[in-house]
C-alpha cells in the first residue's frame, strides 16, 4: 500500500516536471494541470498554510524539543510532526541570487516570487525589473490571502509574498502594497499606517477602514471578530519577545500570541470554500539569534510550535489543507556544547536557561541607557548567572566601545560578548551574529505534501502554490 501510495506520488512529481518544462509558465502549464493530470481530485488542495521559523538554524530544533520537555513537560509539535509517517520531510537550499547566505527579504521573493533576488530587495531582479508577488497572482483569481508575523507586518518575510519593492526598509510602501490585495493582516508594525509616523503623512488605518477592512489593535478585539477582511496591528514596531511578555500583565492582555493570531486567521479561511494562502510566522526567532539570546530565542521557538499544534488541530478535519512549515535561512547557528569531563555538565547547563527571565534586548537596551548601572547585579538578577570580573570588565569596556582586542569581528560587540558569556553557563555556543548559508528543514502534511520532501529550491516553493492555487 505504502509503495503504491509512492510510485504514484513519484510517477505525479514526473508528470508535473514535464509540464512545467519550457520556463515557467506555471500558470501556464496550471491548466494543462487542471485538463490532464491522472491524479487531480484525489490530491485536492484548497488551502495553504505556509508556517516560517524565520532564522531558525537547525540545530534550534533539538534545543527547543529539550526545553519543551523540561519546562512544560512535553515534546515539541514539529518534532512529532517530523515523526508522522504522513508528512514529508526534507532541507530548503536558500540561497539569494547574489550570495550563498541569503536575508529575509531575498528569501521570501524566492518563495513568493519564485525569483532569487539581490539581498536586500523584494521582489525586484538584480537587473531592476518589479515581479508580480504570489499574492496579486491570486488576488486576480480570488483567492483569499492572509499574513500574519511577530515582526512587524510590512516586514521581510510577509512582504514578499505580497509587495514589490527595491528596498526592505521601504515599510511605508509595503504597507500600501497590501491594501485590497491582503485580506487578513496580523501582527506589529502600525508605525507604517499611522499618519502622524509615515513620511508622506497618509492615514493608511483610514484607507483600510473605507476599504472594509476591520481594525483591530487589541488582543481581545481580534479573539471576538469572526469574519471579513480584518488589518489587527497590536505594537508600534514588532511584537515583543515572548520572554519578556511572559513578565508583563499588561503586555499579555493587549497583544495575542502567534497562535492565537494563527487560530483567529485559520478559522476564518476555513469558513466558507474560497481557496486561500495563508502565511504565519515566527519572526522574533532571527531576532534572538542576532542577539545570541539562547532563552529568548527558546521561547520564541515555542511560540511558533504553539502555533503549529493550533494549525493542525484546526485543520485535522479537512483534508485538503496543505500545511509547510520551515525556516528562511540559519542564523548564527547555535548549540549546545560538550561541557566539562566527558560532557558530564551539558544537560545540567542546558537547564539553567529556564532561570532566564528578561531579553538581551531589553537588557542591553537599560544598560545603554544608564551604562552606571552594576551589570553583573542586572545580569544576576534576569538572567540567573553570575558573571565574572573580568566579563564584567570586558563588557564595561566593550558598551564603551574601548575594547582593547577583538577577537572576533562578528562578536565584537556587547550582544556578542554577553552571548559568549552566558554561554560559559548554559553551553550554548553560536558561530557568529549573523544569517548562515545552512539548508534548512522543511516538513509539510496533507495533500500534495510530497512536493516538500528531499532537497527543496527555496524558488521551488513559488512554483507549488502557483501549481496547486492558481488553477
Ligand atoms: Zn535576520
Avoid at 487531480?40 to 505556509?50: C, E, N, T
Avoid at 564595561?396 to 560578548?417: C, D, R, V, Y
Wanted: hydrophobic fraction near 40%.
Amino acid at each position: 500500500m505504502q509503495n503504491e501510495k509512492n510510485t504514484s506520488k513519484i510517477a505525479r512529481r514526473d508528470w508535473l516536471k514535464k509540464v512545467s518544462l519550457g520556463g515557467l509558465s506555471a500558470l501556464g502549464a496550471q491548466s494543462l494541470h487542471a485538463q490532464s493530470d491522472p491524479f487531480a481530485g484525489s490530491d485536492k488542495v484548497r488551502g495553504i498554510i505556509f508556517m516560517v521559523s524565520d532564522g531558525m538554524s537547525p540545530g534550534v530544533l533539538t534545543m527547543a524539543q529539550a526545553f519543551s520537555q523540561q519546562i512544560r513537560g512535553k515534546g515539541t509539535r514539529w518534532w512529532d510532526l517530523i515523526n508522522d509517517q504522513k508528512s514529508a520531510r526534507g532541507l530548503m537550499d536558500t540561497a539569494s541570487a547574489n550570495s550563498m547566505v541569503t536575508d529575509s527579504a531575498a528569501a521570501s521573493s524566492a518563495w513568493g516570487g519564485g525569483q532569487r533576488v539581490n539581498n536586500g530587495m523584494i521582489n525586484y531582479t538584480p537587473s531592476g525589473k518589479a515581479i508580480m508577488p504570489i499574492a496579486a497572482m491570486l488576488q486576480n483569481k480570488g483567492r483569499r490571502i492572509g499574513l500574519v508575523t511577530t515582526a512587524t507586518v510590512t516586514h521581510a518575510t510577509p512582504a514578499g509574498f505580497a509587495a514589490a519593492v527595491t528596498d526592505r526598509n521601504d515599510e511605508d510602501s509595503i504597507a500600501e502594497q497590501y491594501l485590497n490585495r491582503v485580506d487578513l493582516i496580523l501582527g506589529g508594525g502600525s508605525a507604517f499606517f499611522d499618519a502622524k509616523i509615515r513620511s508622506d503623512q497618509k492615514n493608511l488605518f483610514e484607507e483600510y477602514q473605507k476599504a472594509g477592512y476591520q481594525l483591530v489593535s487589541q488582543r481581545d478585539a481580534l479573539l471576538s471578530s469572526r469574519e471579513g477582511k480584518i488589518l489587527g496591528i497590536f505594537s508600534p514596531s514588532h511584537i515583543p519577545y515572548s520572554i519578556d511578555r511572559q513578565q508583563s500583565a499588561e503586555l499579555q492582555q493587549k497583544i495575542p500570541t502567534l497562535a492565537e493570531m494563527a487560530k483567529a486567521a485559520v478559522t476564518r479561511f476555513l469558513e466558507g470554500s474560497a481557496p486561500f494562502l495563508l502565511q504565519i510566522e515566527g519572526a522574533r526567532i532571527d531576532h534572538a539569534a542576532h542577539l545570541n539570546d539562547i532563552a529568548a530565542l527558546l521561547h520564541e521557538q515555542l511560540e511558533f510550535d504553539d502555533a503549529i499544534a493550533q494549525v493542525l488541530a484546526l485543520t485535522a478535519n479537512h483534508p485538503d489543507v496543505l500545511i509547510v512549515v520551515t525556516s528562511d535561512h540559519g542564523n548564527s547557528n547555535p548549540g549546545l556544547n560538550g561541557m566539562g569531563a566527558s560532557y558530564k555538565n551539558s544537560s545540567t547547563f542546558f537547564q539553567r536557561i529556564a532561570k532566564m527571565k528578561e531579553s538581551h534586548e531589553s537588557l542591553l537596551e537599560r544598560l545603554q541607557k544608564n551604562p552606571q548601572q552594576d551589570i553583573g547585579a542586572l545580569v544576576r538578577k534576569s538572567l540567573g548567572f553570575e558573571l565574572e570580573a573580568k566579563e564584567i570588565l570586558a563588557l564595561t569596556e566593550m558598551l564603551s566601545k574601548s575594547t582593547a582586542i577583538e577577537w572576533n569581528h562578528q562578536l565584537a560587540k556587547p550582544e556578542g560578548l554577553l552571548g559568549q558569556f552566558a554561554g560559559n553557563h548554559t553551553g550554548v555556543g553560536w558561530t557568529g551574529t549573523t544569517h548562515t548559508s545552512d539548508p534548512t528543514l522543511v516538513t509539510a502534511i496533507g495533500p500534495q505534501c510530497e512536493r516538500f520532501s528531499g532537497m527543496v529550491i527555496n524558488t521551488d516553493v513559488f512554483r507549488h502554490i502557483a501549481e496547486l492555487l492558481c488553477s
